[in-house]
């Protein structure tokens, strides 16, 4: 089994970095910014999932979540991972304790950063290249708290606000947040859309929060479209999958 790293630094570390995090940010749950939608002869384009006004209820004293079988039994496995298309599936290649780089290209911090006291990740990729290349991942964060967990998620909702200007290439977008009905905790996720190199690319951030635990999913594809129907999109389904172990 493997054990989630445990964050060595003092609580008043934690705090350091949490209050540098979000600083200057104010993150609301009706601060989602416009869906910026258009085309482009080298542009890769999308059909989001129809938009969702982001209302999320959230709790600071959920019951704490855990699992009797460790937080790797929390992480997808590829063959648990959606695929983006029936010839693409997933294979694992990495599971350890991370999170010391970046996850997803809207990231500022590490979770470990902003208050997390141990992280486990898991890195898939579908063996394609060129068009066909794609990659995704998984991180699960214990904090020590469910009011720290809630305020990290908010963190994490703030990056999106100005990552456009951050993305390197052209015909940049990103999309707004989609909330995503859970059974249990709080989940939702957004797409990402930029032409580097001459060749179109997507990135989808997915983001479940239960209890003391959060879980972030990345996955990453090249290609000039993103099209899925309204609640097939893989990202959603991701964020379904991974509440649902969260939960479990």
């Not at 599971?95 to 500022?108: D, H, V």
Request: aromatic residues 4%; proline residues 4%; negative net charge.
């Amino acid at each position: 089994m493997t054990r989630l790293r445990t964050n060595v630094a003092g609580g008043t570390a934690v705090l350091v970095a949490l209050a540098v995090a979000i600083s200057g940010c104010s993150v609301t749950r009706d601060d989602e910014p416009a869906g910026q939608e258009g085309t482009a002869s080298a542009e890769p384009t999308a059909t989001p999932s129809p938009t969702a006004t982001v209302t999320v209820t959230e709790s600071a004293t959920p019951s704490e979540s855990s699992s009797p079988t460790g937080p790797d039994a929390q992480l997808l496995s590829a063959a648990e991972f959606p695929q983006l298309n029936d010839s693409s599936p997933w294979t694992e290649t990495a599971t350890s304790e991370g999170g010391t780089e970046s996850f997803g290209l809207c990231q500022k911090f590490d979770l470990l950063s902003i208050g997390a006291t141990g992280l486990i990740e898991r890195s898939l990729d579908s063996g394609g290249s060129g068009s066909s290349a794609a990659t995704a991942g998984q991180q699960v964060a214990e904090f020590a708290d469910s009011q720290t967990a809630v305020r990290a998620m908010k963190v994490v909702r703030s990056w999106h606000d100005d990552c456009a200007s951050r993305i390197e290439g052209k015909n940049v977008k990103v999309r707004e947040i989609t909330a995503v009905t859970l059974s249990e905790g709080t989940g939702w996720h957004y797409l990402v859309s930029y032409v580097r190199g001459g060749k179109g690319n997507f990135h989808s951030l997915g983001l479940v929060r239960n209890g003391t635990r959060l879980t972030l999913l990345r996955l990453d594809h090249a290609g000039q479209d993103h099209n899925y129907d309204p609640g097939q999109d893989p990202m959603e389904l991701a964020v379904q999958a991974a509440a649902a172990k969260l939960a479990g």
